[in-house]
């Protein structure tokens, strides 16, 4: 059935450093990608995301590129900040809109 | 404008009760999804409304589970007879159309005790 696969399930950078987080996807007919972070008792809050007619976005500091050949997208954090602490979430979806998620990744970023 | 609201945040049922939670969507959001979030796991998808039809509940766990959008705008999610393995946090997406972007309401956190 669908499954998104995502990794490492915790990282921790120093501040100031990259930050990448990995996701694969079983479902071909899936063709967008969104990335949601989620801080402790908040709401997820969609951050970037990208459609499969494109192979990169950024937005800023954030960056996301997608494989379609290999099944696989990821997410790029730069210059991290203590901010940007939170647990991050891809996720992939046909186009009826139905979320499949993956496990989520913890980021620490140490001052 | 506003954004999605749940309502109540937080709900503790007793093992057998009925609960019902809501969900105000963003206004004009064609689609509406139900997630569930067991701790320190991802959301799982539930079901799905476009307007007030009830496309997809493949996720809903079982028939004590049971969602409604009447009015294509707020929608309802009833659990019968609760159990203990329906503590969770419910969430609540709404989006623009089917494939758009899903913005989420802050969640109503069950405990079944």
């Known amino acids: 059935g669908e499954n998104v696969e995502q990794h490492p399930s915790t990282l921790s950078v120093q501040e100031g450093d990259s930050a990448v987080i990995k996701c694969t996807y079983s479902?071909?007919?899936?063709?967008?990608f969104p990335w949601y972070k989620q801080e402790l008792g908040k709401r997820p809050q969609l951050i970037i995301d990208?459609?499969?007619?494109?192979g990169e976005k950024k937005d800023q500091r954030i960056a996301v590129t997608l494989n379609k050949t290999a099944k696989h997208f990821s997410l790029h954090i730069t210059e991290t900040q203590p901010e940007d602490s939170a647990v991050y979430f891809c996720?992939?979806?046909?186009?009826?809109?139905?979320?499949?998620f993956g496990q989520g990744t913890t980021l620490q970023v140490k001052p | 404008g506003a954004g999605v609201s749940q309502s109540p945040r937080y709900k503790v049922a007793k093992r057998g009760q009925d609960v019902a939670l809501r969900c105000d969507p963003i206004?004009?959001?064609?689609?509406l999804f139900w997630y569930q979030q067991a701790l320190g796991q991802g959301p799982e998808f539930l079901t799905y409304?476009?307007?007030?039809?009830?496309?997809?509940k493949s996720g809903l766990p079982s028939d004590r589970f049971f969602a409604e959008r009447p009015e294509g705008s707020v929608s309802t999610l009833k659990i019968q007879r609760t159990q203990q393995e329906d503590s969770a946090v419910y969430l609540c997406?709404?989006?623009?159309?089917?494939?758009?972007?899903?913005?989420f309401g802050p969640g109503t956190r069950l405990t079944v005790t």
């Open positions: 997406a709404s989006s623009l159309a089917s494939g758009a972007e899903q913005y």
């Open positions: 479902d071909s007919a899936s063709n967008y």
């Open positions: 990208i459609r499969s007619n494109v």
């Open positions: 996720a992939a979806c046909r186009n009826t809109g139905k979320l499949i």
């Open positions: 206004s004009g959001h064609v689609s």
């Open positions: 409304f476009q307007n007030e039809a009830q496309l997809d």
